[in-house]
């Protein structure tokens, strides 16, 4: 069995009124998942770095850049029957412009921006609610023991 990291997971935020906002997607009716909504997903290129996947699904699912791009300390991963394959799945944080348009893709139907508990329950994997737990932890707390790598 192989072993595979060729998508990523990246979480939007944004501080609106000294508050925590979220950016979730819903993935159109001809998408895979259909309807569930989620934080911007992608594939890796071939001879793409993760965070340069990142920035390049960001604008083409949003229409936003990120402003600061953190890789958080948390790999979720699942297992696909239809290539036999485990496939790891780097998490990543960015920080937008709390004025900026969000203009979603065709991939997508609909977006919202929600707090962290909303969100939590929107999404639909139990490893992207924890990645939305150590993002929070991270953000809200004064003193913290783990720092983000800040690759932008």
């Not at 850049?65 to 953190?70: M, P, Q, R, S, T």
């Not at 929070?136 to 783990?146: C, G, H, P, R, V």
Request: glycine share 2%; with cysteine; hydrophobic share 40%.
């Amino acid at each position: 069995m192989e072993l595979n990291a060729s998508m990523i997971e990246a979480h939007i935020y944004r501080k609106k009124n000294d508050k925590i906002e979220f950016l979730l997607l819903k993935r159109g009716e001809k998408a895979n998942y259909p309807g569930i909504w989620q934080m911007v997903t992608g594939k890796v290129k071939k001879n793409e770095k993760a965070f340069e996947t990142v920035l390049r699904e960001v604008k083409e699912e949003t229409n936003l850049i990120a402003e600061k791009l953190f890789v958080v300390p948390n790999v979720n991963s699942f297992y696909s029957i239809a290539d036999d394959k485990v496939n790891f799945v780097p998490v990543f944080l960015c920080l937008v412009d709390e004025d900026d348009e969000v203009k979603i893709s065709k991939e997508h139907c609909k977006f919202r921006w929600v707090s962290k508990a909303k969100a939590k329950k929107m999404v639909a994997w139990t490893g992207q609610q924890k990645s939305l737990d150590i993002i929070y932890s991270y953000l809200t707390k004064k003193e913290n023991q783990i720092r983000f790598v800040e690759i932008k």
